[in-house]
């Protein structure tokens, strides 16, 4: 009901405010224009964008194709407000800043020569050949400032029916860029399950051309994925979990979705919760993930949270209850509450009922707050540095093991003696 009532509203706002009537993308459009011929066309929206217009989802990414190159795009806004950085040049792109927005500009294009990891690319002004060198028919609709589409490869009528269609030959589209293959993947997540049998087949014959893209793509791709709404449906389609699974073959633990499905609602689903359930075991797998796609400090640092902790869950009598108040302090709720998720996910003797009690406890308790700070110890005549920390954490200590309580003897008693 919830989304459907999202839908509906997002339905008002695009009929009513579409995205195009922004008046910086307007600004854009007609600098763009300038000095062009009324019957040549000089940009238009593509990609994303359009698509997410046409879905009725929030469009964020601005993309727009434009017959201008990169210099006529400068000596245009050169004298004008609106910030221009080189982001790709000798692939035609540029990125404008605007008060409200960052787009993205690229020059109509077509590959002459890839080796399924770079293109070498001759500009063009010519919109049905730039639209051939794109990889899906969704992301080939174009759209002029007044949302009027442009669509060579009848992409519309295939978001329509969530269809996700390579453009022409997939074989020849995938040997291109091999990291489609993975795109492929979050669209198909994206819209709909079903993989067409020649599709399939012509993945399957190129998925060693993964091995050419670097492990970074690779990583920023499968973040996307992992981010979907609908990541948790991948095992509805066994041609595309297999697919899934010879390119990410770390994640031992996909079947560990099945039981996340019942209690995902329970909380926000974030990437991190889902690392952990599809990587987490007792053999350290997280850690090969980890290094393979030299992952951030903060997702490194939380899965080896979540781990840790999960270890103390052998006994969770004592986890979730005796300690709870202790771990809460901790932890964070935040945490506990994902950590309930992850085990119950990973963990098939955790029954929902029990589950469903330890999310109230976490929910209901009252986080203790450490009521000495370093300020309490400078006025109690300590000096600023190492020591003072020291105490500072021998005292947390002691207040945490006594169940939240010290004296001020014994605060006074460990300021000496750490001051002697």
Known sequence: ????IINFLNNIKNFFFPFYRDKDLKLIFKKLQEGIPEDKIAARFVGGCVRKYLSNEKVDDIDIATVLTTTEIKEKFK????????????HGTLTIISENHKVELTTLRKDIKTDGRHAEVEFIDNWKKDSERRDFTINAIYMDINGKLFDPQMGTIDLKNKNIKF????????????????RFIRFKIMYDTTVELTTSDAIKQNLDGIKKISKERIYIELLKILDLENFLIINQSSSLREIFSKIFPEFLYLNRLERLKKVYKYSNINVDILLAVLLIDEKNNHEYFIHKYNTSNKIKDTLEKFNKNLSKLKNEKEFFEKDLAKNAYLNGKNHLIALNLINFSINSNVKLLNFSKILDKILKIKVPTFPIDGEFLKQKGMLEGQSLGNVLKTIEKEWLNNNFKISNERVNELIQLNST
């Open 1 to 4: 009901m919830f989304n459907l």
């Open 79 to 90: 004298d004008t407000n609106l910030k221009v950085i080189d982001t790709g040049v000798k």
């Open 167 to 182: 453009i022409g030959d997939p074989q020849k589209r995938i040997e291109e860029d091999y990291l489609r293959i993975i």
